[in-house]
């Protein structure tokens, strides 16, 4: 792909100027959308000539670093923590998930009727388990580009009379032994949300309304009364729905343009609405930066249903190829910058039409797809040619993927004021925090800062003033080394802090100075390192790249002092 890279700095809207942010394009999301890889090709081309390249330009060159102060910072990290200053309140749904009909994330990862490891629904007991202790909150389902050519109605009633259908997006057989009621019965075990996509490609708003009315009317009307013949007598009562996936993309089955998308939408939501006002509607936003459409077809889509949804989506996926980072590590630990100019520029196009239509509502954020995604993403990765659950998206994390997600990690959470849900996508076997064989599972080294932010991130984030030594990266400028997010649960006090240290060779003393009042005893502190940063773990060596035990950092006259490892992310948790 031809393409190269931008960096901005931009400020941090109504959290009194505390981070330092900084984007470039970097995502190769074109690699593998489509399974047929013409369309795909000539997808790039036409967009490299509408201009989609974003030009290699350092903003922060002579800017002034807003945010993390770095004049005169000297080579420790300063963080000053007021547990008086808040970002806002943290939706837990900020670290939610997503399972898309696609390869083995639902086949085999949570479904597998015929294994030793399943329950008598032919639920897979120790994922099932696995996701009850990280407590995911929320899981995107069906898909992604899967949801786009989806009957739903393909998924109910009497398994034997399901049909085994072709999906287009993935090239795969899907047998629709799972569909919406065991999603609903897994969700429940799993005590996770369902947040449901619903197919605005194929399907029309009437089929979107004739869902709702299936998943959350008692009784009484035609499709209640048909899932209570189906077995289940209790409505559901989703309340998060996706409308649509993707539908700026030209590989998104039934793409069309955006006023097109946002007439369907605002239909759909209507007709949504009228059978259960209470919904939480999040309309499709833009699929990256990298679209020749980017924010235009966000801001044309609200234009139409502003009025109609709650939420915008927003979707990522980062990479560290030659294209797009020289494979400069250094450069793709500071992606996470990228997401928080992507998240600012979509809050900015929110609020102009907000402005457009005089309207008091302020949309909120759902980044329902972000994560790393390069290394499966074309060929036979992406190509279920016609089998059940084939082997795709299976990309391999390492220990660099883990410190970029800890750092995305930290961008969600600074921007938490607008950012209510978030998915990383996806959560078991298809770009993946856990993968599954027949005989168990693997953590992947993504899911050890999932899981901190799901276990520790608690409250409300707290809005820190951190001051950090920089570096340089080519054609990006200064970047600092250590990026810091924290949260304090106002209910017990408890302070967590999530630290990178983007440094690739040298450890960084960080001093925190406790503004208000100084912090109890150390309850955790762990911290994932290595030499290696490509190190993976695998079934036979599931613990190359694990968590390490931190030494416990004392504080003393409201300061507390640690040296953070190289390449490496850290979180500390302490008690009232
Ligand atoms: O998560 C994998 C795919 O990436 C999803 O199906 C799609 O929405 C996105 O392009």
């Not at 390249?53 to 080579?75: C, H, I, K, M």
């Not at 600074?414 to 298809?430: P, S």
């Not at 990266?473 to 080394?481: C, R």
């Amino acid at each position: 792909m031809d393409r190269s890279d931008t960096i901005g700095l931009v400020g941090s809207p109504g959290q009194g100027t505390c981070t330092f942010q900084a984007a470039f394009s970097c995502d190769q999301r074109m690699e593998s959308k489509q399974v047929f890889s013409e369309d795909r090709r000539r997808f790039l081309r036409q967009a490299a000539n509408a201009g989609m390249a974003w030009g290699l330009t350092s903003l922060f060159r002579g800017s002034s670093l807003r945010g993390q102060t770095v004049a005169g910072a000297g080579d420790i990290a300063k963080v000053y923590l007021d547990s008086r200053r808040m970002t806002a309140p943290l939706d837990r749904n900020l670290f939610g998930s997503f399972l898309e009909h696609l390869g083995r994330a639902i086949y085999e990862g949570i479904y597998d009727p015929g294994s030793k490891l399943s329950d008598a629904n032919g639920f897979r007991k120790d994922v099932m388990e696995e996701i009850r202790q990280m407590g995911v909150p929320i899981i995107r389902y069906p898909g992604g580009n899967f949801v786009s050519g989806y009957n739903w109605l393909d998924g109910v009633g009497p398994r034997e009379g399901r049909p085994r259908v072709l999906d287009k997006a993935w090239n795969s057989i899907n047998t629709n032994q799972f569909g919406t009621n065991e999603f609903m019965a897994w969700c429940r075990a799993v005590h996770a949300e369902p947040l449901m996509g619903l197919n605005l490609g194929t399907g029309t708003p009437e089929e979107a309304a004739a869902l709702v009315e299936y998943c959350n009317l008692d009784q009484g009307t035609k499709w209640s009364d048909l899932r209570r013949k189906h077995g289940f007598a209790e409505p559901y009562g989703v309340k998060h729905w996706c409308l649509g996936n993707e539908m700026d993309g030209p590989w998104q089955i039934g793409h069309m343009t955006a006023t097109e998308y946002g007439m369907k939408a605002q239909d759909a939501a209507r007709q949504m609405r009228y059978v259960d006002p209470s919904l939480q509607l999040i309309g499709c936003g833009s699929s990256g930066p990298f679209m020749p459409t980017y924010l235009e077809w966000d801001r044309e889509v609200l234009e139409q249903c502003y009025e109609y949804v709650d939420g915008l989506s927003l979707h990522r996926y980062f990479t560290n190829t030659p294209q797009d980072t020289g494979g400069d590590s250094a450069k793709f630990l500071a992606m996470n910058l990228s997401m928080e100019r992507q998240i600012e520029e979509t809050v900015a196009v929110c609020d102009l039409v907000r402005g457009h239509k005089r309207s008091p509502k302020k949309l909120w954020l759902s980044f329902d797809e972000w994560n790393v995604w390069y290394r499966a993403r074309s060929g036979d990765a992406t190509n279920g040619h016609h089998r059940e659950a084939p082997h795709l998206l299976e990309e391999v994390y390492n220990l660099e993927d883990a410190l970029l997600v800890g750092g995305l990690v930290n961008s969600l959470l600074r921007h938490a004021d607008r950012v209510k849900v978030a998915c990383l996508a996806q959560l078991i076997n298809v770009i993946a925090p856990i993968m599954t064989n027949a005989n168990g599972l693997l953590r992947q080294t993504i899911y050890y800062p999932y899981n901190w932010g799901l276990q520790y991130a608690r409250g409300s984030v707290l809005n820190l003033l951190v001051e950090s030594p920089t570096y340089e990266v080519s054609s990006l400028g200064q970047v600092p080394y250590i990026d810091v997010a924290g949260t304090m649960n106002p209910q017990d006090g408890k302070v967590a802090i999530f630290v990178l240290n983007r440094d690739l060779s040298k450890p960084h003393l960080v001093e925190i100075n406790w503004q208000d009042k100084s912090p109890g005893e150390v309850l955790v502190a762990t911290v994932l390192t290595g030499t290696d940063l490509k190190a993976f773990n695998t079934f036979e060596a599931p613990q190359r790249v694990a968590p390490q035990t931190f030494a416990k950092p004392a504080t003393a006259n409201g300061r507390t002092k640690f040296e953070v490892p190289a390449r490496s992310y850290t979180t500390i948790q302490w008690s009232a």
